[in-house]
């Protein structure tokens, strides 16, 4: 069984460019959820994917867009990059695993964002 | 508004002391509760996660209880060791909704050799 995944580990973008970050759920998990964890503060909910459609929304602009595929990996895509969309973004996958459905969320290590 | 606070913000204690981490939340309308500890700069490790139908669960020298009725959660470490030393946050998963966590913003804790 693996744990989730994220890529890349580190990225430098300049305000106004657009980033795509990707997510692999852990084995057998359908649920994809995706936080934002600015400096010093606790991760915030930006949205969920369940079976390829969003599933609740935080509050985050239309910039902030994502998409889940029939492997249920994941991406979250922002677009006009803002100073401070810097933050670490945490991808955390959950739900049914061999059929049996799990409340945990398992967090990847996160991409860490930084705008400049 | 689901809020989830955590004190104390920043903790040192010496090496083997027992200690007491504290979450409050505002809407006891909770799913469930899980506490996850955050080394600098990496993700989140889920420590222990608790029912809303439960009253604690114990993992090794961890000891997380609820009292939905009061709002309150607390993280009990027991023998505190250096390798604790970590930021150690609350999140709470709302009743009805979208299953999503409302975190607190953490406990730094660092423990002396």
């Known amino acids: 069984e693996t744990g989730v995944t994220q890529s890349p580990t580190h990225l430098i973008k300049t305000r106004g460019q657009q980033v795509t970050l990707r997510c692999s759920s852990q084995s057998g998990h359908n649920t994809v959820s995706w936080y934002q964890q600015a400096l010093g503060q606790g991760p915030q909910f930006i949205f969920q994917y369940y079976r390829e459609e969003e599933n609740g929304r935080g509050n985050f602009p239309p910039r902030f867009s994502g998409l889940q595929f029939p492997n249920y990996s994941s991406e979250l895509n922002v677009n006009a990059l803002e100073l401070d969309d810097s933050a670490l973004y945490l991808c955390a996958s959950s739900g049914a695993a061999s059929g049996s459905w799990t409340d945990t969320q398992y967090f990847g290590p996160g991409t860490r964002l930084t705008v400049l | 508004k689901q809020e989830v606070t955590q004190i104390p913000a920043a903790l040192s204690v010496p090496e083997g002391e027992n200690l007491v981490l504290n979450c409050s939340f505002t809407?006891?309308?909770?799913?469930?509760l899980q506490w996850f500890r955050q080394d600098p700069g990496k993700g989140l490790t889920s420590l222990l996660l608790?029912?809303?139908?439960?009253r604690e669960q114990t993992s090794g020298r961890l000891n997380a209880s609820l009292d939905k009725s009061s709002g309150r959660s607390t993280l009990y470490i027991a023998a505190s060791q250096p390798g604790d030393s970590a930021t150690y946050l609350c999140?709470?998963?709302?009743?009805?909704?979208?299953?999503?966590?409302?975190f607190g913003t953490g406990t730094r804790l660092k423990v002396l050799a």
């Open positions: 608790i029912q809303s139908s439960q």
């Open positions: 999140a709470v998963a709302r009743a009805s909704g979208t299953y999503k966590y409302i």
């Open positions: 809407d006891s309308a909770i799913y469930n």
